[in-house]
């Protein structure tokens, strides 16, 4: 009778342990397909056909193991239609530069903004408004001069329509930013401090420039600290691993982003898994050195601080922007 028993217990934990195999092998399968589903999202994203210029215009690639990666933000705040491609009158709606730098130990990441006034020698063109780059040669002149400003390659393009930022935010139950300065609009009040915003307040947050008497540069400051909070929760690790938090926030944000064809789902998976030992006081911003506005012929423009912009470039020479500590602002 006991061997009866000891057999029936034995088939009962045998039963058990094919039951918990299955259900971790159905587990597996789930999620398998879950990232499946995600670097499928992450390869709908448009692509920004020849984004860079030819290669012997281009500064030479980084030399080392840990190369860092210089990224190229055009963004752009002002698509009505997101069934439109992003790329339409792109020269006209780019409105945003930035370049964010990733470590080459991929623990820090540093977002420098260009003011979109900033006089600048445009190759083959003369001086002119940095972001007049975008009509006279498209993608591939507006890196080119970046690659000129900052005597470093840019590794990739990726243009951003901040309208994706509000499903976004939402998607991430809200988004805490440090906001520097009191002011009001579209019907919002920000105060000093920290504030949560969610989509539609985010939007009115990155847009804002009227309230500010220095206009664009506190709007870009804004820009700044809205970027830095969202890429903080994009990169944390309770984001990158998991894949359904991964599906709902691409799905918001894929009809609002194109890349160049070499940053595709899979390049760009293998860099967020890369970053996941990143925390928000690991990204940080700041704004290419300026000297303040002025007149050329009837244009307000932007000048550019080149003694300060010389130390930028040896920052990003010896990936070491994460000790760069600029100047105050004029």
């Known amino acids: 009778m006991s061997s009866v028993k000891t057999a029936t217990k034995g088939r009962g934990k045998k039963i058990a342990l094919i039951s918990l195999a299955s259900v971790l092998v159905l587990l597996l399968v789930a999620v398998g397909l879950l990232w499946w589903h995600v670097q499928s999202k ?30 190229l933000l055009l963004g752009s705040d002002s698509r009505e239609d997101s069934s439109d491609s992003l790329l339409t009158d792109l020269g006209s709606r780019a409105d945003t530069i930035m370049v964010a730098h990733i470590s080459g130990d991929r ?13 600048v020698e445009i190759p083959g ?48 139950g809200g988004v805490t930013v440090h906001n520097q300065y009191e002011f009001s ?15 539609e307040q985010a939007l ?64 760009m998976f293998n860099l967020a898994t890369s970053m996941t030992s990143i925390r928000t006081r690991d990204v940080n911003s700041f704004t290419l050195p300026t000297t303040g506005t002025g ?6 423009v932007v000048y550019v601080d080149w003694d300060e912009l ?7 020479a010896t990936d070491d922007l994460a000790g760069y500590h600029p100047a105050a602002k004029p």
């Not at 020849?50 to 500064?59: T, V």
């Not at 007149?295 to 307000?300: A, F, I, R, V, Y």
Request: aromatic letters at 8%; zero cysteines.
């Open 125 to 172: 063109h003369g001086e002119m408004k940095i972001n007049a780059a975008l009509s006279l040669g498209g993608v591939p002149l507006m890196v080119q001069t970046v690659e000129g400003l900052i005597d470093q390659r840019i590794d990739h393009v990726a243009m951003i329509d901040f309208n994706g930022f509000k499903g976004v935010t939402d998607a991430l």
């Open 107 to 119: 623990e820090s990441i540093q977002l420098m903004s260009i003011m979109r006034d900033s006089y």
């Open 204 to 267: 009115v947050f990155v847009r804002e420039r009227y309230s500010f008497t220095d206009g664009d540069y506190q709007r870009v400051a804004n820009q700044q600290l809205y970027l830095k909070a969202v890429m903080s929760e994009l990169i944390s690790r309770d984001t990158l691993t998991n894949p359904g938090k991964l599906n709902d926030l691409l799905s918001s944000v894929t009809p609002y982003v194109a890349t160049d064809s070499s940053l595709d789902g899979t390049a």
């Open 310 to 316: 010389e130390t930028v470039r040896e920052k990003f």
């Open 295 to 300: 007149m050329e012929g009837d244009q307000s």
């Open 42 to 71: 992450l390869n709908e994203i448009e692509t920004i056909e020849n984004a860079f210029p030819d290669e012997n215009l281009r500064p030479d690639a980084f030399d080392g193991d840990e190369a860092p990666l210089n990224i």
């Open 185 to 199: 609009s579209a019907g919002y009040d920000f105060p000093i401090g920290p504030i949560t915003l969610d989509g």
